[in-house]
């Protein structure tokens, strides 16, 4: 069955790094744009960056931009999200979304995503 699963969060220092990955399971990620949003308890939903079908367009938050770089491999049906010089405010229950719409440039919308991976940075 369709399903995004989503690995590799968890707890690192200001300044440091972790990589996500996301799986997708039950259909073909080549013809989607797909994406990672990120939310904190409380608070509304946060659109963090988004990749073309192709990977040939990126696009991202103004509070990640130059930090984060998002990626796919469509032969492994997985997308990835490389975060450096994490910050406190990282941290958030991380998703990944497809397929990923950016409207108005700052507005993600999407229609599937998987149960996330918390990410916290804390020394």
């Known amino acids: 069955q369709f399903k995004l699963v989503e690995s590799g969060g968890g707890l690192v220092q200001p300044g440091g790094s972790l990589r996500l990955s996301c799986a997708a399971f039950?259909?073909?990620?080549?013809?989607?744009?797909i994406g990672w949003i990120r939310q904190v308890p409380g608070k509304e939903r946060e659109g963090v960056s988004c990749?073309?079908?192709?990977?040939?367009?990126?696009h991202y938050a103004d509070s990640v931009k130059g930090r984060f770089t998002i990626s796919r491999d469509n032969a492994k049906n997985t997308v990835y999200l490389q975060m450096n010089s994490l910050k406190p405010e990282d941290t958030a229950i991380y998703y990944c979304?497809?397929?990923?719409?950016?409207?108005?440039?700052?507005?993600?919308?999407?229609?599937?995503w998987g149960q996330g991976t918390q990410v916290t940075v804390s020394s």
């Open positions: 979304a497809t397929p990923c719409r950016v409207v108005d440039g700052k507005k993600y919308e999407y229609d599937y």
């Open positions: 990749i073309s079908s192709n990977g040939g367009t990126t």
């Open positions: 039950g259909f073909t990620l080549d013809y989607y744009a």
